[in-house]
Structure formats: C-alpha cells, structure tokens
C-alpha cells in the first residue's frame, strides 16, 4: 500500500545531542515537505525538495538541514538539539497540489 | 502576501448539530484549496479538495465545503456532527509548480454530548 512513513512517533533526547528524522513514501513522488507545528499551532513550511538533490528552505528559518539522495527518502537532521527544537515535525509528499502527510515526529529536548 | 485565515481557533458544538468552520484566503489568483483534520499526536488527513469547476465539494465522513470566490471563502461544513468528529482542522492553499501548502492556523472542534 502507497503511504509515506515517518519514525520515530516520538523522541526525547538530551541538549547538544545529533539527531535525525526519517521520511520515507512508497508513492514515487518527486516533491517532499517538511512541516513544523508547535502545539495548537499552525504548520511551518521549513524545507521541501523538488526531487533528488534537490532541497530548498521553507518560510520558517531552521536549523535543521535535510538530505534528497533517493526519491523516496528525505531525512531531516538537527546537529545539536536545543530545547527550542521541541516541536512536532511532519513530512509530506505530492505529485501535484495535494499533500499527504505522515504521522509525524513528536520531538523533545530536554 | 499569500495567506490562509481561519477565524475561530476553537468551537463547540453538540452531537447531532450542523457545523460550519469557516477559511479565507488571500491570493494573487484563485488558489487549489484543501480541508485537513489532525486528531491528537496524528498527522494530517484530507477531508477534500478544490481544484475547478463544481463550487460545492463532497469530501469523506460526510464533510462538504463551498467554494466563493467573491468572499475569497472556503467553508466547510457537516449537517449533523459526531462525537468523533472532535479533532483540529485546517484550511490549506496552494498554488504554481511548488505545490507549497499554506495553512491557517487552524479551528479545534470540540463536540458535546
């Protein structure tokens, strides 16, 4: 079944620590997204890729940086972690104007 | 600048009532529209879509919105509401060959006995 996967669901992790996202969908879509949604927020377009190694940054600055080296696979990584990273993060993945979106990452950094 | 507003961060209704969530928008050309609903700690699934065409919308679990273009509006409503209806939704636009989804900051739905 077509879907578009992201792991962990849930990460807590301390301060300075390296970490990544992963973001993977079976549905052969050249476009991806990644989203930030702070709690009872909006979502933030932070960074999305047009297809492979292609990556452009979103509306909202970031710190992370992601990676297209297969279509079906875009990770995203946060070097060293801060408490300001704490956020839900969410990959999406089109083929025209409609998104689908994963489960998303809930990250913590204590 | 291109944005999506929702107007109502948050709304009750009871079991059974009609619900309206209202989205506008502001765009140099009319938009592709979305409806999206998140229940907690989950990612976004979509309710429907407008792309051209038939101005009122059939989307999933009963849910309909209406396209105006002279209120630049995108509503979206259901006759009668479910308990499981609960959850946040999103009004979202995109447009050009990006594709890049802007969202409202979104309408949390609480549903009463």
């Known amino acids: 079944e077509a879907d578009i996967y992201q792991t962990p669901r849930y990460l807590v992790i301390g301060t300075g620590k390296k970490i990544t996202l992963e973001c993977s969908q079976t549905m052969g879509h050249d476009k991806m997204y990644w989203y930030q949604q702070d709690p009872g927020m909006e979502l933030h377009l932070i960074h999305y890729?047009?297809?492979?190694?292609?990556?452009e940054k979103g509306d909202l600055s970031s710190e992370s940086t992601v990676s297209r080296i297969r279509t079906e696979h875009f990770p995203l990584t946060l070097e060293s972690a801060r408490p300001s990273h704490t956020s839900q993060y969410l990959c999406?993945?089109?083929?025209?104007?409609?998104?689908?979106f994963g489960q998303g990452t809930r990250l913590t950094v204590v | 600048a291109q944005s999506v507003t929702q107007p109502d961060i948050h709304i009750t209704v009871s079991e059974g009532a009609s619900l309206e969530l209202r989205c506008n928008y502001s765009y140099g050309a009319t938009p592709y529209l979305f409806w999206y609903v998140q229940s907690p700690g989950q990612g976004l699934q979509l309710l429907l879509k407008y792309f051209s065409g038939d101005t009122l919308v059939q989307g999933i679990k009963g849910f309909e919105a209406e396209f105006k273009r002279s209120q630049s509006s995108f509503n979206l409503r259901k006759p009668s509401v479910h308990w499981s209806d609960a959850a946040e939704y999103f009004c979202a636009a995109s447009s050009g060959a990006t594709n890049k989804l802007i969202f409202g900051t979104g309408t949390l739905l609480a549903v009463q006995p």
């Open positions: 890729s047009y297809g492979v190694n292609s990556t």
């Open positions: 999406a993945s089109s083929a025209g104007p409609e998104g689908f």
